[in-house]
T-cell receptor, first 116, second 114 residues
Framework: AQKITQTQPGMFVQEKEAVTLDCTYD???????LFWYKQPSSGEMIFLIY??????QNATEGRYSLNFQKARKSANLVISASQLGDSAMYFC?????????????FGTGTSLTVIP | GAGVSQSPSNKVTEKGKDVELRCDPI?????LYWYRQSLGQGLEFLIY????????KSGLPSDRFSAERTGGSVSTLTIQRTQQEDSAVYLC????????????FGDGTRLSIL
């Protein structure tokens, strides 16, 4: 089974609107971390936000928030007030275990286009 | 430097030649990862180093690919007898030793095999 599933190959959103990018994960480890990365057309991978499996509250970083539903094993990224510069590929990733340096698993990504 | 450094940024070579790609991780990061990304695609895991442990080589696509990490710092990914299907962007990332620490990526090496 896929560790990380992103079911939306492409998404469109109107500028200034909010958008949700879906991510579901599969693990039997009670301890894990979830990460979202942004990859603009220039190619660099930019870390956006982190959610730990034991965190009681949803993570937020500026216009980014993570809708963490542990029972459903979903960690959707919400971008509020979309900007043209948000157009990019977005990758969800998971890191299992309490131990240091465990492997990261990435989803296939969602391409977001912000329409003026 | 402050970030992950990869060199060269671009490499064009003829089919059949060997290439070496270099990654200089963030100082103090114990984990180092190599990925391959074809145009418009996701990340394909290649190999992972963690401290002094044996590397996880499970993602290497063939025995033409190898990597080493010297002194727990700089890593070199070597592709022998390159093929056209090896053309891609090769990304290196490093991370700290806590599970909640993200990977930090270099800008990648764009490899083109003629």
């Amino acid at each position: 089974a896929q560790k990380i599933t992103q079911t939306q190959p492409g998404m469109f959103v109107q500028e200034k609107e909010a958008v949700t990018l879906d991510c579901t994960y599969d693990t039997s480890d009670p301890s894990y971390g979830l990460f979202w990365y942004k990859q603009p057309s220039s190619g660099e991978m930019i870390f956006l936000i982190y959610q730990g499996s034991y965190d009681q509250q949803n993570a937020t970083e500026g216009r980014y928030s993570l809708n963490f539903q542990k029972a459903r094993k979903s960690a959707n990224l919400v971008i509020s007030a979309s900007q043209l510069g948000d157009s990019a590929m977005y990758f969800c990733a998971m890191r299992e275990g309490r131990n240091t340096g465990n492997q990261f698993y990435f989803g296939t990504g969602t391409s977001l286009t912000v329409i003026p | 430097g402050a970030g992950v450094s990869q060199s060269p940024s671009n490499k064009v070579t003829e089919k059949g030649k060997d290439v070496e790609l270099r990654c200089d991780p963030i100082s103090g990061h114990t984990a180092l990862y190599w990925y391959r990304q074809s145009l418009g695609q996701g990340l394909e895991f290649l190999i992972y180093f963690q401290g002094n442990s044996a590397p996880d080589k499970s993602g290497l696509p063939s025995d033409r690919f190898s990597a080493e990490r010297t002194g727990g710092s700089v890593s070199t990914l070597t592709i022998q007898r390159t093929q056209q299907e090896d053309s891609a962007v090769y990304l290196c990332a490093s991370s700290g030793d806590r599970a909640n620490q993200p990977q930090h990526f270099g800008d990648g090496t764009r490899l083109s095999i003629l």
